[in-house]
């Protein structure tokens, strides 16, 4: 006999073993990242050219160089939520969806902390020549 | 057994046909994928390499000629070929895939508020972010080119 509600047995069971949070998660970092990567891609229209001074330049710059991290972090924060979705979807054995699941974070976090760290290198100290 | 022909079959698991909002969804994850992973690796690597210095940032222009503005001549070796064919196809297909995933991802936004799930107004959205999204990439590379010709 169990003291539980009938809701308290139930919560947390379903495949994503949590409730709506990485669901709405989900589409705020996307307009997020969709305004982020508008605004690059006009700032990259707008250069004078996409060559290693002219990027360099303009990244040094708190005005590029912010929005560029926000961009890096909303960008891999959301691609890593989409792959999770997609693995609990396709690999229903419990410890491969774990052993997956770790991959995409690990890989998402590697990648995004080079890739911020690139912004900040440029943006602090220059570029290395 | 008698059957009124006039009346639909049962929902069959193994005889459908493909629709547009079919195509969108699996569209939507795949593209999804798609930018998460060769989009995010060549975002990556062209941060990385611009901050490494304008030796290494050469190296990733050089393989995605699409971004250096140097242009297309004609007198390439068949190695530079293949690098430009590669940069061309990558470039195109991963714009294509931001503006189909997000076209997608703003019909979902619709959808999510309990909107646009009639039958027309569902098959139309979902043609149009198809639409859009070829034109916005035949936008996108028009623009490219007639910057390279005119420069």
């Known amino acids: 006999m169990t003291m539980k509600t009938p809701l308290a047995q139930v919560r947390g069971t379903g495949p994503a073993r949590e409730g709506a949070g990485h669901w709405r998660d989900e589409r705020l970092s996307s307009l997020a990242v969709l305004v982020l990567f508008v605004w690059l891609l006009v700032s990259l229209w707008r250069l004078p050219g996409l060559d290693h001074a002219s990027l360099v330049q303009w990244l040094s710059s708190p005005l590029a160089a912010a929005p560029m991290l926000l961009l890096v972090f909303t960008f891999f924060w959301h691609l890593q939520m989409g792959l999770i979705v997609v693995i609990e979807d396709y690999v229903h054995e419990e410890g491969s969806r774990m052993f997956w699941t770790a991959m995409v974070k690990f890989a998402a976090a590697g990648a995004g902390t080079l890739a911020a760290f690139s912004v900040l290198k440029i943006a602090i100290g220059g570029d290395a020549g | ?151």
């Open chain 2, 1 to 151: 057994m008698h059957r009124n022909p006039d009346r639909p079959l049962s929902p069959h698991l193994t005889i459908w046909k493909w629709g547009p909002h079919m195509l969108v969804s699996i569209l939507h994850r795949i593209t999804g994928v798609g930018l998460a992973t060769l989009g995010a690796g060549l975002f990556t690597w062209w941060l990385v390499a611009a901050a490494m210095g304008s030796g290494a940032y050469g190296t990733f222009t050089a393989w995605l000629g699409w971004l250096t503005g140097t242009g297309f001549t004609l007198d390439k070796d068949a190695w530079a070929w293949v690098k430009y064919a590669f940069g061309a196809a990558v470039g195109i297909g991963l714009s294509w895939a931001f503006f189909q995933h997000a076209l997608s991802g703003l019909r979902h936004f619709v959808m999510d508020i309990g909107a646009g799930y009639e039958l027309r107004r569902n098959k139309l959205g979902a043609l149009a972010t198809l639409l859009g999204a070829v034109l916005l990439t035949a936008g996108l590379w028009a623009w490219i080119v007639m910057g390279r010709i005119s420069a």
